[in-house]
């Protein structure tokens, strides 16, 4: 059976190493790869933020495209960006898009770090209305 599968990316090495798992054990299913560009509110269109922020999406879509090749695997990809907040972004593509799974690292934050900053996995995991693998 073919499940679509949700691997969100932000670029940091938890992320890949999801990115790779999903690559590995879902080699038979869709990767969705969704990354999320977070504006910073007011400053996002006066400073330049909005060009950087396309020319990251489109840095982590190539790298995506060269993780697979590295596999040499044919996985069925595709690469979406969304602008808003992630967790938001994340949830509502979910259940916009016909997700049966997600595959999310974690950024290991503990003690003051994940109260002050929150944790987008913490809060997929709680709320997302599919299975979700943290790696």
Excluded: C
């Excluded at 691997?7 to 990767?31: C, M, Q, R, Y």
């Excluded at 950087?52 to 044919?74: L, Y």
């Amino acid at each position: 059976m073919n499940n679509r599968v949700l691997v969100p990316v932000d670029g940091s090495e938890n992320a890949w190493k999801a990115f790779e798992f999903a690559i590995n054990e879902h080699n038979d299913d869709t990767l969705v790869v969704l990354y999320v560009v977070n504006p910073l509110e007011g400053e996002y269109e006066l400073t330049g933020a909005k060009k950087r922020a396309k020319k990251r999406s489109k840095q982590i879509e190539q790298e995506v495209h060269d993780r697979v090749a590295e596999h040499n695997n044919s996985v069925d990809l595709q690469y979406v960006t969304r602008e808003g907040r992630p967790q938001e972004e994340i949830l509502a593509y979910i259940d916009e898009s016909n997700i049966d799974q997600v595959v999310i690292g974690t950024r290991g934050l503990s003690g003051i770090k994940r109260i002050l900053m929150g944790s987008v996995t913490e809060t997929i995991v709680r709320k997302a209305s599919v299975p979700v693998n943290v790696i």
